[in-house]
């Protein structure tokens, strides 16, 4: 299979991620089947992504004819029948590893045989997904940033078994959707943009609790000297911090490394519910959806 003979992508899992994957592969010319096992998720799904393409309809980025053309791309379904169908697997679910074990296990039972299977996951060993399948060689990380119509880069992750080919087709297929991929030639945790990342919101929550400097402060130093567009404590409020505090975790469990063991601070917010945006407070306050 060549990236080019790719016509329709299965994405499972309707959260902002895989809404996000859905709604690209749509703009680029994709046959598109967004799964999950929730109603409530694909019908935010469905708006979320209606939303963005009717926003750019009013700004002049499409044109109302080409904006219905991405929309027919798309099928919202509840169902698992429709990914059967798919030239190209892409999962988005829930970052934990038997959640994830569960879906490749039901994806290998039911799709055709040269069908690469590839995850989204930031942190997990590709290896240890591929391991619930019998085609090890076609299993991938195919990891987007977030919000991935906007972020330019994927990395495509080798397990142990990935084939030469799985990563030629994954990246092709990436390109076609406008990306820019890098190769992660081993499946190390946090492959490459997450292997930086983490250890550098660690350090910044640590230079807080130190008392060393403020939240606000913090975040202001890395802009301005380092210039990032977030600081760290914005970021991730933006990606949430239960996905920061469990990447950290599964990390430490990989490596057993200090550096990479989640300060309590963090701990004691994702405990009391404090995720972020998502949930109005995490290291800052959103009042009206805007930080305070």
Same mark, same amino acid.
């Given at each position: @299979?060549?990236?080019?003979?790719?016509?329709?992508?299965?994405?499972?899992?309707?959260?902002?991620? /895989?809404?996000?994957?859905?709604?690209?592969?749509?703009?680029?010319?994709?046959?598109?089947?967004?799964?999950? $096992?929730?109603?409530?998720?694909?019908?935010?799904?469905? $708006?979320?992504?209606?939303? *963005?393409?009717?926003?750019?309809?009013?700004?002049?980025?499409?044109?109302?004819?080409?904006?219905?053309?991405?929309?027919? $791309?798309?099928? %919202?379904?509840?169902? @698992?029948?429709?990914?059967?169908?798919?030239? %190209?697997?892409?999962?988005?679910? #829930?970052?934990?590893?038997?959640?994830?074990?569960?879906?490749?296990?039901? *994806?290998?039972?039911?799709?055709?045989?040269?069908?690469? &299977?590839?995850?989204?996951?930031?942190?997990?060993?590709?290896?240890?997904?591929?391991?619930?399948?019998?085609?090890?060689?076609?299993?991938?990380?195919?990891? #987007? %940033?977030?919000?991935?119509? !906007? @972020?330019?880069?994927?990395? !495509?992750?080798?397990?142990?078994?990935?084939?030469?080919?799985?990563?030629?087709?994954?990246?092709?297929?990436?390109?076609?959707?406008?990306?820019?991929?890098?190769?992660?030639?081993?499946?190390?945790? /946090?492959?490459?943009?997450?292997?930086?990342?983490?250890?550098?919101?660690?350090?910044?929550?640590?230079?807080?609790?130190?008392?060393?400097?403020?939240?606000?402060?913090?975040?202001?130093?890395?802009?301005?000297? *380092?210039?990032?567009? @977030?600081?760290? #404590?914005? *970021?991730?409020? %933006?990606?949430?911090?239960?996905?920061?505090?469990? !990447?950290?975790?599964?990390?430490?469990?990989?490596?057993?490394?200090?550096?990479?063991?989640?300060?309590?601070?963090?701990?004691? &917010?994702?405990?009391?519910?404090?995720?972020?945006?998502?949930?109005? $407070?995490?290291?800052?306050?959103?009042?009206?959806?805007?930080?305070?």
């Amino acid at each position: @299979m060549t990236s080019e003979a790719i016509r329709q992508l299965a994405v499972i899992g309707a959260g902002a991620m /895989g809404s996000g994957i859905a709604h690209l592969a749509a703009q680029s010319g994709l046959t598109v089947v967004l799964y999950d $096992r929730e109603r409530a998720a694909l019908e935010a799904a469905q $708006r979320r992504i209606r939303g *963005l393409i009717d926003r750019a309809v009013e700004k002049g980025r499409v044109t109302a004819e080409e904006a219905e053309r991405q929309w027919e $791309r798309l099928r %919202f379904s509840e169902a @698992m029948d429709p990914v059967a169908e798919a030239d %190209f697997c892409v999962e988005a679910v #829930f970052e934990s590893y038997a959640v994830k074990e569960a879906v490749f296990r039901t *994806l290998d039972g039911m799709c055709r045989p040269e069908v690469i &299977l590839a995850t989204n996951t930031s942190s997990i060993p590709i290896t240890s997904i591929a391991a619930a399948t019998a085609r090890r060689d076609k299993v991938v990380g195919m990891h #987007f %940033f977030n919000p991935p119509q !906007v @972020m330019r880069l994927v990395e !495509v992750v080798r397990g142990l078994d990935t084939s030469d080919e799985t990563v030629a087709v994954t990246r092709g297929l990436a390109e076609r959707m406008g990306k820019t991929t890098v190769e992660v030639k081993r499946d190390t945790p /946090g492959f490459i943009v997450n292997r930086i990342m983490v250890p550098q919101f660690i350090e910044a929550i640590r230079l807080v609790e130190e008392g060393v400097a403020s939240i606000e402060d913090v975040d202001t130093a890395v802009k301005l000297g *380092l210039n990032y567009p @977030m600081g760290p #404590f914005e *970021l991730q409020d %933006f990606g949430g911090l239960e996905i920061a505090l469990h !990447v950290m975790d599964v990390f430490y469990e990989e490596t057993k490394d200090d550096r990479y063991a989640a300060p309590q601070s963090l701990r004691t &917010l994702v405990r009391a519910g404090r995720l972020g945006r998502k949930t109005g $407070r995490g290291w800052y306050d959103y009042e009206g959806g805007e930080k305070r």
